[in-house]
């Protein structure tokens, strides 16, 4: 069994930043492709960022040129770097391990006030 622990959310306001963090708990997260994902009320999960063990990044659109996603393989940590927050993005924020089967996080909630 995998266990992911989130920290860094909290309030911000818009035009702040926050930077999230993932701890895993097994060795191995070093060849699994990691990802955050949110939920705000109402609406459907998505993914906002991914990384593969070589470190290719993707992003969705909303998450361009404001959001940074990292890790460190030998941490075993996964971190979501947010710049340039807006209301919007106020969600539940979840680390997954993708794969199969996915391990996901509690989450962590991000709230942005206008």
């Known amino acids: 069994q995998v266990q992911l622990v989130e920290s860094g959310g909290g309030l911000v306001q818009s035009g702040g930043s926050l930077r999230l963090s993932c701890a895993a708990s097994?060795?191995?997260?070093?060849?699994?492709?990691m990802g955050w994902y949110r939920q705000a009320p109402g609406k459907q999960r998505e993914l906002v960022a991914s990384?593969?063990?070589?470190?290719?990044?993707n992003y969705a659109d909303s998450a361009k040129g404001r959001f940074t996603i990292s890790r460190d393989n030998a941490k075993m940590t996964v971190s979501l770097q947010m710049n340039s927050l807006k209301p919007e993005d106020t969600a539940v924020y979840y680390c997954?391990?993708?794969?199969?089967?996915?391990?996901w996080g509690q989450g962590t909630q991000v709230t942005v006030s206008s």
């Open positions: 997954v391990m993708l794969g199969s089967p996915d391990y």
């Open positions: 097994r060795s191995f997260f070093n060849i699994r492709t």
């Open positions: 990384i593969s063990r070589g470190g290719t990044t």
